[in-house]
Protein backbone atom coordinates (compact mmCIF):
# COMPACT_ATOMS: atom_id res chain seq x y z
CA UNK A 1 0.00 0.00 0.00
CA UNK A 2 1.28 3.76 -0.87
CA UNK A 3 2.66 5.43 1.92
CA UNK A 4 3.58 9.07 2.67
CA UNK A 5 5.13 9.40 6.51
CA UNK A 6 6.00 12.72 7.84
CA UNK A 7 7.94 13.29 11.16
CA UNK A 8 8.59 14.68 13.52
CA UNK A 9 4.49 15.04 13.56
CA UNK A 10 4.82 18.29 16.19
CA UNK A 11 7.96 20.54 16.97
CA UNK A 12 8.02 23.61 18.73
CA UNK A 13 11.08 25.99 18.25
CA UNK A 14 12.61 29.71 19.21
CA UNK A 15 12.54 31.97 16.67
CA UNK A 16 16.41 32.12 15.15
CA UNK A 17 16.51 27.93 15.28
CA UNK A 18 16.85 25.81 12.26
CA UNK A 19 14.64 23.14 11.86
CA UNK A 20 14.73 20.15 9.40
CA UNK A 21 11.41 18.40 8.22
CA UNK A 22 11.50 15.02 7.17
CA UNK A 23 9.02 13.05 4.96
CA UNK A 24 9.55 9.58 3.45
CA UNK A 25 7.08 7.66 1.31
CA UNK A 26 7.02 4.27 -0.43
CA UNK A 27 4.69 4.73 -3.68
CA UNK A 28 4.60 3.06 -6.39
CA UNK A 29 5.08 4.80 -9.79
CA UNK A 30 6.56 7.57 -8.05
CA UNK A 31 6.51 11.17 -10.18
CA UNK A 32 6.95 14.15 -8.29
CA UNK A 33 7.44 15.05 -4.22
CA UNK A 34 5.50 18.19 -2.99
CA UNK A 35 5.47 20.60 -0.26
CA UNK A 36 2.97 22.63 1.05
CA UNK A 37 2.60 25.25 3.97
CA UNK A 38 -1.25 25.37 5.84
CA UNK A 39 -1.85 27.76 8.35
CA UNK A 40 -5.43 28.75 9.23
CA UNK A 41 -7.13 27.52 5.80
CA UNK A 42 -6.01 26.50 2.19
CA UNK A 43 -2.13 24.47 2.07
CA UNK A 44 -0.03 26.78 -0.25
CA UNK A 45 2.49 25.08 -2.79
CA UNK A 46 5.88 25.45 -1.51
CA UNK A 47 7.97 23.09 -3.67
CA UNK A 48 7.65 20.67 -6.15
CA UNK A 49 10.89 17.82 -6.59
CA UNK A 50 11.10 15.32 -9.77
CA UNK A 51 15.26 14.83 -9.14
CA UNK A 52 17.27 13.19 -7.04
CA UNK A 53 20.04 16.04 -5.54
CA UNK A 54 18.94 19.31 -6.52
CA UNK A 55 17.88 21.45 -3.90
CA UNK A 56 15.08 23.84 -4.48
CA UNK A 57 15.43 26.76 -2.62
CA UNK A 58 13.25 30.15 -1.45
CA UNK A 59 14.19 32.44 0.78
CA UNK A 60 14.74 30.68 4.08
CA UNK A 61 13.59 27.77 3.33
CA UNK A 62 14.97 25.03 0.81
CA UNK A 63 13.96 21.05 -0.08
CA UNK A 64 15.79 18.14 -1.18
CA UNK A 65 14.70 14.87 -2.57
CA UNK A 66 16.60 11.55 -2.26
CA UNK A 67 14.77 8.97 -4.65
CA UNK A 68 17.50 5.92 -3.60
CA UNK A 69 16.84 6.65 -0.08
CA UNK A 70 12.89 7.39 -0.28
CA UNK A 71 12.91 10.52 1.61
CA UNK A 72 13.00 14.45 1.49
CA UNK A 73 13.69 17.12 3.80
CA UNK A 74 11.86 20.53 4.06
CA UNK A 75 14.97 22.85 6.05
CA UNK A 76 14.22 26.03 7.72
CA UNK A 77 16.88 28.19 8.82
CA UNK A 78 16.45 31.98 11.16
CA UNK A 79 12.65 30.34 11.70
CA UNK A 80 10.15 33.69 12.41
CA UNK A 81 6.73 33.45 14.09
CA UNK A 82 5.50 33.21 10.64
CA UNK A 83 6.67 30.11 10.20
CA UNK A 84 4.49 28.78 12.17
CA UNK A 85 1.65 26.16 10.54
CA UNK A 86 1.38 22.74 9.08
CA UNK A 87 3.59 21.49 6.59
CA UNK A 88 2.02 18.57 4.22
CA UNK A 89 4.28 16.40 1.95
CA UNK A 90 2.57 14.86 -1.15
CA UNK A 91 3.83 12.29 -3.42
CA UNK A 92 1.93 12.09 -6.55
CA UNK A 93 1.91 9.03 -8.37
CA UNK A 94 -0.42 8.39 -11.42
CA UNK A 95 -3.01 10.98 -11.36
CA UNK A 96 -3.11 11.83 -7.18
CA UNK A 97 -1.04 13.37 -4.58
CA UNK A 98 -0.79 10.68 -1.58
CA UNK A 99 -0.15 13.27 1.18
CA UNK A 100 1.35 12.47 4.43
CA UNK A 101 -0.39 13.87 7.99
CA UNK A 102 2.07 16.59 8.36
CA UNK A 103 4.34 17.71 10.74
CA UNK A 104 2.95 20.99 12.92
CA UNK A 105 5.65 23.61 13.35
CA UNK A 106 5.09 26.50 16.27
CA UNK A 107 7.69 28.67 16.71
CA UNK A 108 7.39 30.64 19.79
CA UNK A 109 9.27 34.16 19.77
CA UNK B 1 -2.56 35.54 -12.77
CA UNK B 2 -4.84 32.31 -11.83
CA UNK B 3 -7.01 32.38 -9.16
CA UNK B 4 -9.56 29.71 -7.50
CA UNK B 5 -12.54 29.93 -5.47
CA UNK B 6 -14.93 27.99 -3.39
CA UNK B 7 -18.37 28.42 -1.49
CA UNK B 8 -19.45 28.62 0.81
CA UNK B 9 -16.55 28.90 3.29
CA UNK B 10 -18.54 27.30 6.00
CA UNK B 11 -21.63 25.10 6.34
CA UNK B 12 -23.73 24.08 9.26
CA UNK B 13 -25.96 21.37 7.53
CA UNK B 14 -28.61 18.92 9.60
CA UNK B 15 -27.78 15.08 8.66
CA UNK B 16 -29.70 13.65 5.67
CA UNK B 17 -30.14 17.43 3.99
CA UNK B 18 -28.63 17.49 0.07
CA UNK B 19 -25.19 19.03 -0.54
CA UNK B 20 -23.59 21.25 -3.03
CA UNK B 21 -20.18 23.01 -2.77
CA UNK B 22 -19.27 24.97 -5.90
CA UNK B 23 -15.24 25.30 -7.35
CA UNK B 24 -14.51 28.06 -10.02
CA UNK B 25 -11.17 28.65 -11.64
CA UNK B 26 -9.90 32.06 -13.42
CA UNK B 27 -6.77 32.31 -15.50
CA UNK B 28 -6.60 29.05 -17.01
CA UNK B 29 -8.07 26.69 -19.79
CA UNK B 30 -8.59 22.95 -19.20
CA UNK B 31 -7.52 22.68 -15.51
CA UNK B 32 -7.32 18.99 -13.80
CA UNK B 33 -9.71 20.00 -10.99
CA UNK B 34 -9.67 18.15 -7.53
CA UNK B 35 -11.76 18.24 -4.38
CA UNK B 36 -10.10 16.75 -1.43
CA UNK B 37 -11.47 16.38 2.57
CA UNK B 38 -9.52 17.13 5.25
CA UNK B 39 -10.74 15.18 8.57
CA UNK B 40 -9.76 15.55 12.23
CA UNK B 41 -6.16 14.41 11.42
CA UNK B 42 -3.75 16.58 9.18
CA UNK B 43 -4.18 14.22 5.99
CA UNK B 44 -5.96 15.48 2.82
CA UNK B 45 -7.89 12.40 0.94
CA UNK B 46 -8.43 12.88 -2.73
CA UNK B 47 -11.81 12.32 -3.39
CA UNK B 48 -12.47 13.12 -7.12
CA UNK B 49 -10.59 14.61 -9.66
CA UNK B 50 -11.46 15.85 -13.11
CA UNK B 51 -9.44 16.03 -16.16
CA UNK B 52 -12.17 17.56 -18.42
CA UNK B 53 -16.18 18.31 -18.95
CA UNK B 54 -18.03 15.54 -17.66
CA UNK B 55 -15.24 13.43 -16.98
CA UNK B 56 -14.44 12.68 -13.37
CA UNK B 57 -13.08 9.76 -11.39
CA UNK B 58 -13.94 8.61 -7.94
CA UNK B 59 -11.33 7.40 -5.81
CA UNK B 60 -13.26 6.02 -2.40
CA UNK B 61 -16.41 4.89 -2.67
CA UNK B 62 -18.73 6.94 -0.30
CA UNK B 63 -21.68 9.33 -0.23
CA UNK B 64 -20.62 12.30 -2.21
CA UNK B 65 -20.70 12.79 -6.12
CA UNK B 66 -18.85 15.61 -8.02
CA UNK B 67 -19.57 16.83 -11.94
CA UNK B 68 -17.88 19.02 -13.90
CA UNK B 69 -20.32 21.18 -15.91
CA UNK B 70 -18.16 23.59 -17.76
CA UNK B 71 -14.68 23.71 -18.19
CA UNK B 72 -13.40 25.83 -15.02
CA UNK B 73 -16.40 24.47 -12.27
CA UNK B 74 -16.23 21.50 -10.06
CA UNK B 75 -19.16 21.10 -7.93
CA UNK B 76 -19.33 18.37 -4.97
CA UNK B 77 -23.23 17.50 -3.76
CA UNK B 78 -24.38 14.91 -1.73
CA UNK B 79 -28.37 13.86 -1.63
CA UNK B 80 -27.97 13.20 1.98
CA UNK B 81 -25.34 14.16 4.24
CA UNK B 82 -24.39 11.80 6.85
CA UNK B 83 -22.28 12.97 9.78
CA UNK B 84 -18.77 11.34 8.75
CA UNK B 85 -19.49 13.56 5.88
CA UNK B 86 -18.03 16.90 8.40
CA UNK B 87 -14.77 18.02 7.49
CA UNK B 88 -12.88 20.76 5.69
CA UNK B 89 -12.95 20.44 1.98
CA UNK B 90 -10.33 21.92 -0.22
CA UNK B 91 -11.16 21.96 -4.25
CA UNK B 92 -7.46 22.11 -6.06
CA UNK B 93 -6.69 22.93 -9.93
CA UNK B 94 -3.55 21.95 -11.43
CA UNK B 95 -2.15 22.33 -14.89
CA UNK B 96 -3.03 20.02 -17.51
CA UNK B 97 0.15 19.96 -19.29
CA UNK B 98 2.51 17.54 -18.22
CA UNK B 99 -0.05 15.36 -16.94
CA UNK B 100 -1.85 14.47 -13.55
CA UNK B 101 1.37 14.39 -11.35
CA UNK B 102 1.97 18.53 -11.48
CA UNK B 103 1.62 20.85 -8.80
CA UNK B 104 -1.48 21.63 -7.29
CA UNK B 105 -3.25 24.91 -6.03
CA UNK B 106 -5.79 24.95 -3.27
CA UNK B 107 -9.04 26.61 -2.77
CA UNK B 108 -9.89 28.62 0.56
CA UNK B 109 -11.80 25.41 1.42
CA UNK B 110 -15.38 24.99 3.02
CA UNK B 111 -15.42 23.66 6.68
CA UNK B 112 -18.88 21.32 6.61
CA UNK B 113 -20.40 20.61 9.97
CA UNK B 114 -22.85 17.71 10.11
CA UNK B 115 -25.26 17.82 12.77
Known amino acids: EDKVVQSPLSLVVHEGDTVTLNCSYE??????LLWYKQEKKAPTFLFML????IEKKSGRLSSILDKKELFSILNITATQTGDSAVYLCAVGRRGKLIFGQGTELSVKP | SQTIHQWPATLVQPVGSPLSLECTVE??????LYWYRQAAGRGLQLLFYSVGIGQISSEVPQNLSASRPQDRQFILSSKKLLLSDSGFYLCAWGPASGGLNNEQFFGPGTRLTVL
Open chain 2, 27 to 32: GTSNPN
Open chain 1, 27 to 32: VTNFRS
Open chain 1, 50 to 53: TSSG
